[in-house]
């Protein structure tokens, strides 16, 4: 087999940059101060005019585009006291971090990396296999997460098959929705227990990861999927589904989550929230509590399977409805945001799987 040369090109031209923006700064911000440690050599009020310091921009921490985990940590982490989302990638990166600085310093030894996943993946398992129905918590102070028509093991069924949507056209209902913006922090969470939350979404799929084969400490055999989702409130958040190994290929929701691709729009009803290391990260419960149910997808072609919404459904002047405004805000923010990803041809009569693509300006 002939090898390959693979060249990452991110970085824009010289001829394409506008040095000449009113907006761009010319010193330092406080937390590159710190980091560098200058924050005594100069001063923060501003630096000399005709000083020949080379222009920067500030990224806000409200910016526009989309974070999604992999990123590095915003420098304005310390005045930032919003909740953090714990995604497995992150961590390795943060990990791999704290491990090079304490070679360099010489520092005592820190746990190893797989043994530090393995105790959150331990930690998510045990939450979604032993959790009682009495320790499900409201899904906020004010309002219950629409439990009044459901047992602990029995969900009522408000879906029809990912097959049939283009055909029946059956909206699921999604009771109390949660914006991620409104996610609580580790520390509440904390403060509830042993009681879990759990809440409703409607949220853009960024990237499914491959499913991981894991063997429990009772030596067990279980399958995790974990989905990175993202709404036009915030992005990043990670979802772990939990499926058992026994179960038949013909499983709802092991089908849905297997037919899902970058730029869907899912409604993912009873998803527990849990926190590791002071970040919060969702998670599925057992007996089927938590379905996940296709809105909306940006169709390859005719034949392509679409979500039991269409893009008439969003067109109309009329207000919409709660559930239906927050899909179609979400569909704007993955068609703006989210890359959609090469479709492989079709394989017994199905669309192959989604093959990752950069956006078009890291070139």
Known sequence: MSSRLLLFAGSPECDSLDWQRD?????????????????????????????????????????????????????WQEEHQGVSFFTAESFIEEMSQFHYAATQSQMASIEPTDQALS???????????????????????AETSMRSDE????????????????????VPKGGHLTSLSGIPNATYLNSIHPQTMTINVIVGIIL??????????????????????GDETRSGFSINFWLSSSQ???????????????????????VALGSFRNKV????????????????RNKVDESDVGGCHSR???????????????????REWVLKFIGAGLVSGKRNGRLGAVKEVLPPDTQ
């Open 281 to 296: 990260h969702g998670q599925s419960l057992r007996n089927d509590m938590t379905k996940a149910y296709l809105l909306y």
């Open 312 to 330: 008439s459904d969003f067109t109309s002047n009329e207000v919409l409805p709660p559930q239906l405004e927050k899909t179609r805000n979400v």
């Open 119 to 141: 105790q959150f993946y331990e930690k998510s398992y045990a939450v979604h296999n032993d959790i009682a129905c009495s320790q499900l918590g409201p899904a906020s102070e």
């Open 248 to 270: 038949s290929d013909g499983d709802e929701l092991r089908s849905t989550l297997a037919g899902l691709r970058p730029q869907d729009v899912v409604l993912i009803r009873n």
């Open 23 to 75: 907006d761009l700064l010319q010193n330092f911000t406080q937390p590159i101060l710190r980091f560098a440690g200058l924050d005594g050599e100069y001063d923060k009020n501003g630096y000399d005019a005709a000083s020949d310091h080379a222009k920067w921009r500030s990224i806000p921490l409200d910016r526009q585009h989309i974070p999604t985990g992999y990123s590095q940590n915003n420098a």
């Open 151 to 170: 047992s602990c093991g029995n969900t009522l069924s408000f879906f029809v098959s990912l097959n049939s949507f283009s055909e029946a056209k059956v």
């Open 208 to 229: 499914v990861h491959e499913p991981k084969s894991i063997t429990t400490k009772r030596g067990v055999g279980v399958e995790l999927i974990e989905l990175l989702v």
